[in-house]
C-alpha cells in the first residue's frame, strides 16, 4: 500500500497509522521528499509504531544526509538506513551507503556476489555464503574512489569545526532571503504562498519548491539566461548549499527576475 504524500503537514500521522497495522514485509520512506523537500516527521516515533519486528523499515536518507541534523542511534538496531555523497556531502559520485541494523534481512534475495565476499573461507552448505555483516547487502566490486572524496569533505568540514546542524541553520536563512526578494518582486508564480513547505518550516530540504503551471516555461527562461534550476511536472526546485553566500543572495534573485521579466 502507498501513503499519498500531501497533504505533507499530516503525512507523519498518516504514515505511522499505516506501519501500526503490522502486514508489512517492507516498509519503505524517504526522509525529506524530492519533490517537495518536505520531512517525513519523527524517525524513532515511525519505529515505535510498528509492532513487529519482522517488517523491514528502509529510510530513503538521499536528501537528508549532510542536510538535515539526523541522530540515527536510537534507532540504529532497527532501521536500514540509505545515502550518498552526491549532493549535499559534496563528494561527487560513486559514494553511497547501507546502515544495515544486526541481524536483520540475514539472506537478501537479491545481491551480487560480493555479498558473499566475508564468508569464503568458511564451509559451504550448498548456499551462497553470505556474510553476517552488512558486506551481506554488497553488490558487486566497487570503485572506491567516491568514498577518498567523501572522506576529503568530512575531513575538510571537521577541520574548520562545521557540523550539519550549521550547515542548515545557514541553508535556510539563505533560503528565507532567496524568498524574500523574490516575494517582494510581486511575481505570481514565485510568491511566498507558492511554496510546498512553508519557510516556518525548520525541518525540510535544502531546496524551495513552488508550484505553479508555468514551472516548465519558467525554467526555459531562466536557462536562456544561463540560470540552472530544475523543474517537476507543476513544481519548480531551487537549490542552496553550503557553497553559496548570504551576501550573494540579492543579486541572485535580480538575476532571476530581470530573466522574467
Known amino acids: 500500500m502507498g501513503v499519498a504524500v500531501e497533504p505533507a ?10 506501519a501500526a497495522h503490522g502486514r508489512h514485509d517492507l516498509i519503505f520512506v524517504s526522509q525529506v521528499f524530492y519533490n517537495s523537500a518536505a520531512a517525513c516527521g519523527d524517525l524513532m516515533a515511525l519505529v515505535r509504531a510498528m509492532p513487529s519486528l519482522d517488517a523491514l523499515l ?36 560513486g559514494a553511497c551507503f547501507l546502515h544495515v ?3 536483520h534481512g540475514p539472506r537478501p534475495r537479491d545481491t551480487g556476489w560480493y555479498a558473499a565476499f566475508g ?37 575538510l568540514l571537521a577541520e574548520r569545526g562545521i557540523g550539519v546542524p550549521a550547515i542548515h541553520d545557514h541553508v535556510l536563512a539563505l533560503q528565507e532571503a532567496f524568498a524574500e526578494e523574490l516575494d517582494r518582486a510581486g511575481l505570481p ?8 513547505v512553508p519557510l516556518d518550516t525548520p525541518v525540510r530540504g535544502h531546496f ?24 517537476r511536472d507543476d513544481r519548480l526546485r531551487f ?3 553550503l557553497y553559496h553566500d548570504l551576501a550573494e543572495v540579492p543579486a541572485m534573485a535580480d538575476r532571476v527576475l530581470q530573466a522574467l521579466r
Not at 503537514?9 to 499505516?18: G, W
Open 9 to 18: 503537514d499530516s503525512f507523519p500521522l498518516r504514515f505511522r497509522a499505516a
Open 58 to 93: 528502509v529510510i530513503d536518507g538521499y536528501h537528508g544526509f549532510m542536510a538535515l541534523p539526523t541522530d540515527l542511534s536510537g534507532i540504529a538496531g532497527r532501521a536500514f538506513y540509505i545515502a550518498g555523497g552526491y549532493k549535499y556531502a559534496m563528494a561527487g559520485e
Open 101 to 103: 541494523p544486526p541481524g
Open 119 to 155: 564468508a569464503l573461507a568458511g564451509a559451504q552448505d550448498g548456499r551462497v555464503p553470505y556474510g553476517t555483516d552488512g558486506s551481506r547487502f554488497l553488490g558487486s566490486t566497487f570503485d572506491p574512489s567516491g568514498l577518498y572524496r567523501l572522506l576529503a569533505v568530512l575531513d
Open 189 to 196: 508564480d514565485l510568491a511566498r504562498a507558492g511554496l510546498l
Open 208 to 231: 524551495l519548491t513552488y508550484r505553479t503551471e508555468a514551472a516548465g516555461a519558467i525554467d526555459d527562461r531562466l536557462r536562456a539566461a544561463g540560470i540552472v534550476v530544475d523543474h
Open 239 to 241: 537549490g542552496f548549499g
